[in-house]
């Protein structure tokens, strides 16, 4: 019986799933060390404070207590370090403040960590923690990136003046400025990307542990790079050579790029482990999630389009206002620039773009990359602008997108603000989407809707995104303090099973399928015999983990070439035990065979005459069959579609439903149909949730008023339609595999095909636009004060 096709291109359920539908996932809250001790962090209820005092006597006498330590225990030790340097337009370097693990002085935002009680049990640390008197002595504060930049605003950092933490720019100012000269259609639009809270099902947690015998240092930790926090927190924060200090990042209940970062937690639990020679362990609550981990998006707008009488662009022009909270996150100060400024030429063949962001600091939750991170904002803002830009000059939404897309024979394509798309197909991504839509159809469905008393609408976007950050190079000399390529061991044991010990980092995307179906397809080892290793550092070798959805175009790619080389002396084994040139040796589903001959080895024979070399070229190659190989793209990948959203709205109630959702999505080779039906799926849940429910609110002075699932919306199951997904693809032309990525684009493409929805079936009260979210209330009062408006003419 001939085995079911298991490579690239089979739809092969997840591997992993077993154990974690089973209950046997091992999550960091479920590791448990020898005498460990458990860690509560007491966190400032004030926006903006002057910490006074500190009196740790209660708290210290409370029952079970081991230590207690405040900002003065950490004041000689290194603050958390930001990853990205970014330069003004001035050439001068962006503010960059000490991120202290434990507030030091000062307290910047609520949730901001004053102090760390550590006990015998989870429960005492915490009932300590109350015993704690802090005396704060309150400070002005600022919430938005509009009061932040107002004369006479509160400072948050002396270091920091007119709490600006850079204003860059990018693009050519007076190339659009002469567009718009000679404009014949000038459009504007003012928008808010609203803040996200990321809200990963498994809270973040980590253990310290340390072994005095050795001096060695290990942390456990809900991490999308254990590497980079390694880095990160051992050389800069805690001063401890690498060696010393090992990383594990077990199996992660998501993370959305929240769990990229190195947060103070980390650090604690290490260093307070150093000292009282006990495991430390602290896991977040919900709550505690809400003020402590790094928000996304919050972006502040103005665009303007130039257009020809034709409706071709001419130029845009935009200018951003980012909000990154209180202190600079890992990647934060990337995001407003490179990650989304870069990405506003999108799809089309606007000749001219420049852009000015200005980064400001607020007594908020430091803001960082949040699924998509730069891409759906830049996306949010070009296709809202595209559908302004039809609806003022009367052009049709489809038309004005057809009309200004790169044509498929332009690649590579030269962007001006930076990039060069290396291939894509937008005329064939919109057709595939409007069909499968039945976006000529919709009429009818509209008029059938309005018998029955609701307001339809139909939107679309036609998106970009740049995936897998690249070259090492060029982002190093864009500001990246960090390498960007990934690294792959591939090990064939003696029986021809495989061990990959990859140094990307799955987090629910699937990589134990995925990167085993690599493995299935060049060697031809079925897939159960294929394991998956990641999230160890003392197992794997220096890698940068998962996110950008760089895991398959940069993990994957390193993998194939760690596979060449396997099959290359493979070959070589080979050709020994046949006694063939190695110049006639044939590999091809798992077997070495001479060409024009029978003879054949399978990988098995090979590798296990690599481990026993009775009859082996020992003069010639060592035993073993391992190899290893580093991937640093030459480029991003570009994956780019088309969403096509159709809303049903209530009048009486402003409830909007979405009732149909196509996403085609140019993906580049796709190695498992039911995995990136998967991701999309989510990424799309994702984006229907911003735009229509979720947002970080904050009052005036900076206090967080949706601190809790009481009061921030996240998407449920009957807030979801069921999300057609299709594909078409052009191949990456850089990497070995053709891939480019899909964790993102379901996130990116999303909000706006929501919000034009919204705003198409609210055409007949007059709404040019409408800022996410699209909540029943702001609905509702659009539809009142419009039927009074109508009833008073």
């Known amino acids: 019986m001939t085995p079911p096709f298991e490579g690239i291109g089979a739809s092969v359920r997840r591997k992993e799933d077993l154990r974690f539908i089973s209950g046997q996932g091992h999550y960091t809250d479920d590791l448990n060390r020898p005498g460990q001790l458990y860690a509560y962090i007491r966190r400032s209820d004030r926006p903006h404070a002057r910490i006074v005092s500190i009196d740790t006597k209660a708290a210290q006498a409370a029952p079970g207590v081991v230590a207690v330590y405040t900002g003065e225990d950490f004041a000689n030790i290194g603050g958390l370090p930001c990853g990205w340097q970014i330069h003004s337009k001035d050439g001068s370097p962006m503010a960059e403040p000490k991120h202290p693990v434990l507030a030091h002085g000062a307290v910047r935002h609520v949730g901001d960590p004053i102090a760390v009680v550590i006990a015998e049990t989870k429960q005492q640390a915490k009932d300590a923690a109350e015993l704690l008197d802090i005396n704060l002595q309150d400070l002005p504060s600022v919430a938005t990136v509009t009061d932040a930049m107002k ?34 259609h000038k459009v504007r639009l003012d928008l808010t990307n609203n803040r996200l809270i990321p809200n990963a099902m498994e809270p973040r947690a980590a253990i310290g542990d340390h072994d005095a015998a050795t001096g060695d240092y290990t942390l456990y930790t809900t991490s999308q790079n254990p590497h980079v926090i390694r880095l990160l927190m051992g050389a800069f924060v805690l001063g401890l050579p690498e060696h010393k200090l090992r990383v594990v990042a077990p199996d992660v209940g998501g993370g959305f790029g929240s769990k990229i970062y190195h947060y103070a937690e980390e650090a604690i639990v290490t260093w307070a482990a150093g000292k009282l020679h006990r495991p ?157 839509a039945d976006w000529a159809g919709f009429p009818a469905r509209r008029t059938a809707a309005a018998a029955n008393g609701k307001l339809r609408g139909i939107g679309i976007s036609t998106y970009l995104e740049a995936c897998g950050i690249a070259p090492s190079a060029v982002a190093g000399a864009l500001g990246a303090r960090a390498g960007l390529y990934e690294v792959a061991n591939i090990r064939v044991h003696p029986t021809g099973s495989v061990s990959v010990f990859t140094g990307t980092h799955s987090h629910g995307q699937g990589h134990e399928t995925t990167l085993a ?55 070589k084994i080979a050709a020994h035990l046949m006694e063939a040139s190695v110049d006639d040796i044939e590999f091809k589903n798992g077997t070495f065979s001479v060409a024009g001959t029978d003879k054949t080895k399978t990988l098995t024979d090979i590798s296990l005459a690599a481990y026993v070399p009775h009859n082996y070229p020992i003069e010639e190659l060592e035993p073993g069959l391992e190899e290893t190989a580093f991937y640093d793209p030459k480029n991003f990948t570009y994956p780019g579609g088309c969403h096509v959203c159709e809303v049903e709205i209530d009048p009486d109630t402003g409830v909007v439903s979405v009732v149909n959702f196509t996403a085609v999505d140019d993906v580049g080779r796709v190695v498992n149909p039911m995995i990136v039906e998967g991701q999309v799926q989510g990424g799309v849940a994702q984006g229907i949730g911003q735009a229509l429910l979720e947002s970080a609110i904050y009052d005036k002075s900076g206090q967080l008023m949706s601190g809790s699932m009481m009061d921030y919306t996240m998407p449920r199951a009957d807030n979801l339609p069921n999300i057609t997904v299709g594909t078409e693809v052009t191949m990456c032309t850089h990497n070995p595999l053709g891939s480019k990525g899909c964790g993102e684009v379901g996130a990116i493409g999303s909000p706006p095909a929501v919000i034009n929805a919204v705003i198409d079936a609210l055409k007949g009260y007059g709404v040019r636009h409408l800022d996410m979210p699209a909540t029943p209330q702001k609905i509702w009062s659009i539809i009142n004060a419009g039927q009074h408006k109508m009833a008073a003419e």
């Open 517 to 571: 179906q690599l493995v299935t397809d060049q060697l031809g080892v079925p897939l159960a015999n294929v394991d998956v290793v990641h999230g160890d550092t003392a197992k794997i070798p220096f890698g940068m983990g998962t996110y950008g959805s760089r895991s398959l175009a940069v993990g994957g790619s390193a993998m194939v070439k760690a596979m060449d080389k396997i099959i290359a002396k493979g070959k």
């Open 280 to 436: 430390i362990k602290w896991t977040a609550e919900r709550n505690e999630s809400f003020m402590s981990d790094a928000h996304g998006r919050d972006h502040v707008s103005t665009a303007e389009l130039a257009l020809d009488k034709d409706g071709r662009f001419l130029a845009l022009r935009v200018s951003t206002l980012a909000n990154l909270g209180a202190y600079l996150s890992t990647f934060s100060t990337a995001v407003p620039t490179y990650l989304y400024a870069t990405l506003l030429a999108g799809v089309y063949t606007t000749p001219a773009v420049y852009v000015e962001v200005k980064a400001m600091f607020t007594n908020t939750v430091p803001v960082d990359a949040y699924r998509g991170a730069g891409r759906p904002e830049a996306t949010f803002l070009l296709e809202r602008l595209v559908d302004v830009a039809a609806h003022d000059t009367g052009m049709d939404r489809v038309e004005i997108r057809r009309k200004n897309f790169i044509p498929r024979d332009a690649f590579p394509y030269q962007t001006p603000v930076a990039l060069q798309y290396d291939s894509g197909d937008y005329q064939a991504t919109l057709a595939t989407a409007l069909k499968t």
């Open 151 to 184: 004369p006479g605003a509160p400072q948050l950092h002396e270091n920091a003046p007119g709490n600006v933490c850079y204003d860059w720019h990018i693009g050519d100012k007076a190339a659009v400025d002469a567009a718009f000269a000679q404009a014949a």
